[in-house]
T-cell receptor, first 113, second 111 residues
Framework: EAGVAQSPRYKIIEKRQSVAFWCNPI?????LYWYQQILGQGPKLLIQ????????DSQLPKDRFSAERLKGVDSTLKIQPAKLEDSAVYLC???????????FGPGTRLTVL | DQQVKQNSPSLSVQEGRISILNCDYT??????FLWYKKYPAEGPTFLIS?????DKNEDGRFTVFLNKSAKHLSLHIVPSQPGDSAVYFC??????????FGTGTRLQVFP
């Protein structure tokens, strides 16, 4: 079974630029999550999707972050414009229905200069 | 508000000995707890979990203990191996909701 796929793996941008991350969850997993992990901290949830609907985006900085999962499969997270404090690893995870365990992708390391 | 805490940022253990990683939580609504292992430049890998209706779950060299009254869980690795060297994250959820992670403990297993 293929795992969660994410791209790109690394991205370096200057502040005020835009960036987008892509995630393809494990096949059949209806629930998809985006987490932000800042160096030295644990992952923090940004947004949770159930199929193509948003379940929880309470921690998403909506003035600059957006995410979509139009067809209920893959998802895109966008930052526009980026700030220095957005430097972090962005992790995507998916979870099968009826199970509590989330499975993570390799992450995208974003550096904002 | 740190609902899940891992108070030891690092732990060093000799190969073959037991590694004990600790985690405390504050939210009594948490009903599921997980441990993830993370190598550099990789995403967290699921290791073992426990439901709040149990107090122990074992999988090979890994055992998780849950003490609900103390709001404390621990991960035991016996025997420890050099390949176990990684950052270990404790996470908790309520009703299959989002995971709340601790800050991680870096385990180093030396020969």
């Amino acid at each position: 079974e293929a795992g969660v796929a994410q791209s790109p793996r690394y991205k370096i941008i200057e502040k005020r630029q835009s960036v987008a991350f892509w995630c393809n969850p494990i096949s059949g997993h209806a629930t998809l999550y985006w987490y932000q992990q800042i160096l030295g901290q644990g992952p923090k949830l940004l947004i949770q999707f159930q199929n193509n609907g948003v379940v929880d985006d309470s921690q998403l900085p909506k003035d600059r972050f957006s995410a979509e999962r139009l067809k209920g499969v893959d998802s895109t997270l966008k930052i526009q414009p980026a700030k220095l404090e957005d430097s972090a690893v962005y992790l995507c995870a998916s979870r099968p229905d009826g199970r509590n365990t989330q499975y993570f992708g390799p992450g995208t390391r974003l550096t904002v200069l | 508000d740190q609902q899940v805490k891992q108070n030891s940022p690092s732990l060093s253990v000799q190969e073959g000995r037991i590694s004990i990683l600790n985690c405390d939580y504050t939210n009594s609504m948490f009903d599921y707890f997980l441990w993830y292992k993370k190598y550099p430049a990789e995403g967290p890998t699921f290791l073992i979990s426990i439901s709040s209706i149990k107090d122990k779950n074992e999988d090979g060299r890994f055992t998780v203990f849950l003490n609900k009254s103390a709001k404390h869980l621990s991960l035991h690795i016996v025997p420890s191996q050099p390949g176990d060297s990684a950052v270990y994250f404790c996470a908790a959820s309520a009703n299959t909701d989002k995971l709340i992670f601790g800050t991680g403990t870096r385990l180093q297993v030396f020969p």
